[in-house]
């Protein structure tokens, strides 16, 4: 299995520019999400997604799209790139529910820089 | 509301240390909690977990035990290594959502 694979490993944007990052895993996991990493905060949830034809805002939702059309992918989609989105981001999968499955797995990061 | 709080670093500490790092949180319901690991530049990586009270999840020599009285979820080993230097995140899950703390990078010297 190649877990969570994620694309690009690292991007430069300019303000304004749109791009898509994106997420596929292998596990046949239902649980989706994408987490942004900043200096000082941990990692903070965008969206998440339980199952295909699912999404659901995180904690951190405005500016950023996200569709779930097959259990594999979750693309996450920058619709107009802000100074401020530039972080690290990481794609986690898992089962849902509570109890012994819920472990994510998580991807090798996109590190994204908007000028 | 719902959060996770850990201590703040970085800690150093010699090989063969006891490490404690401390974990609170906040939350309505019955939420897992997890402990996880991240090397440079890499992503984050289980450690150990515990889903209700009184578990004690271990992994590697580390330990945490759910303590529901003092919404706590400390992480503890006994004697740490300079392989365990990283960063490590107290998370919790609950409602379809995982919230982590702020993270707290472990340096250990030789």
């Known amino acids: 299995n190649a877990g969570v694979t994620q694309t690009p490993k690292f991007q430069v944007l300019k303000t304004g520019q749109s791009m898509t990052l994106q997420c596929a895993q292998d596990m046949n996991h239902e649980y989706m999400s994408w987490y942004r990493q900043d200096p000082g905060m941990g990692l903070r949830l965008i969206h998440y997604?339980?199952?295909?034809?699912?999404?659901d805002q995180g904690e951190v939702p405005n500016g950023y799209n996200v569709s779930r059309s097959t259990t594999e992918d979750f693309p996450l989609r920058l619709l107009s790139a802000a100074p401020s989105q530039t972080s690290v981001y990481f794609c986690a999968s898992s089962y849902t529910g509570q109890g012994e499955h819920n472990e994510q797995f998580f991807g090798p990061g996109t590190r994204l820089t908007v000028l | 509301g719902n959060s996770v709080t850990q201590m703040e670093g970085p800690v150093t500490l010699s090989e063969e240390a006891f490490l404690t790092i401390n974990c609170t949180y906040t939350?309505?319901?019955?939420?897992?909690l997890f402990w996880y690991v991240q090397y440079p530049g890499e992503g984050l990586q289980l450690l150990l977990k515990?889903?209700?009270?009184?578990d004690k999840g271990s992994n590697k020599g580390f330990e945490a035990t759910y303590r529901k009285e003092t919404t706590s979820f400390h992480l503890e080993k006994g004697s740490v290594q300079v392989s365990d230097s990283a960063v490590y995140f107290c998370a919790r899950y609950n409602f379809n959502k995982f919230y982590f703390g702020s993270g707290t990078k472990l340096n250990v010297k030789p």
């Open positions: 515990a889903t209700k009270a009184d």
């Open positions: 997604s339980v199952g295909a034809g699912i999404t």
């Open positions: 939350a309505t319901g019955y939420p897992s």
